[in-house]
């Protein structure tokens, strides 16, 4: 089923020109990448007081740290088993490079949820656009012929876990954050 879903949305590829040259923008690892980098950097600076801006600074630092152990994760899981990718055991549309880590899970659908789930969990707004631009890179992966359907919802699935356990289940990092929010504080204000 993952395979048939896969060649249904990739058998577009490759026929539409301006559909092909939006997918090619959207898989890139730079646009929606820098998009929701400039996302939490306007979030860091939303409020008209330092106790208005504190969580929305510590949201986006909370993106930051889910975003290390999603990583970690996923090296985890590479560790523990590679999948192919969709090109180099089917016939497939491709419009992107060819990567050779494994397909499972997407490390860019970890990245981009585990960073827009820390930020929605505290900003739904932010948050809001931060997963729209996520799933959108996540499609263009499917389309570009990069990825698998599962793989996106695996790497999805890491990205909001590992923010769900920074934010919900780590209150602990919360010092650390209020700390290194006091410091950038007092190092850029002073």
């Not at 301006?18 to 306007?42: E, K, N, P, Q």
């Not at 900003?123 to 570009?144: D, E, Q």
């Not at 289940?169 to 209020?178: G, S």
Request: a positive charge.
């Amino acid at each position: 089923m993952d395979y048939q879903l896969f060649q249904f949305i990739n058998r577009h590829a490759g026929h539409t020109p301006l559909l092909d040259a939006v997918a090619r923008l959207l898989v890139s690892d730079y646009l929606l990448t820098t998009a929701i980098g400039f996302l939490a950097v306007g979030l860091w600076f939303v409020g008209q007081t330092p106790a208005e801006r504190a969580p929305n600074q510590r949201a986006v630092l909370q993106g930051g740290v889910s975003l290390l152990l999603a990583n970690a994760l996923v090296k985890l899981v590479n560790l523990l088993y590679f999948r192919p990718r969709p090109f180099s055991v089917h016939e497939v549309n491709l419009l992107f490079y060819r990567p050779s880590d494994s397909s499972l899970p997407s490390n860019p659908a970890a990245v981009g949820f585990s960073l827009a789930v820390a930020v929605w969990l505290t900003h739904r707004k932010v948050g809001g656009a931060m997963l729209f631009l996520a799933t959108l890179w996540s499609a263009a992966r499917i389309y570009c012929g990069v990825h698998y359907p599962l793989d996106i919802v695996a790497g999805a699935a890491i990205g909001a876990f590992a923010a769900y356990l920074i934010v919900r289940q780590t209150p602990v990092l919360n010092r650390v954050y209020d700390w290194l929010i006091g410091l950038g504080e007092r190092l850029f204000l002073t």
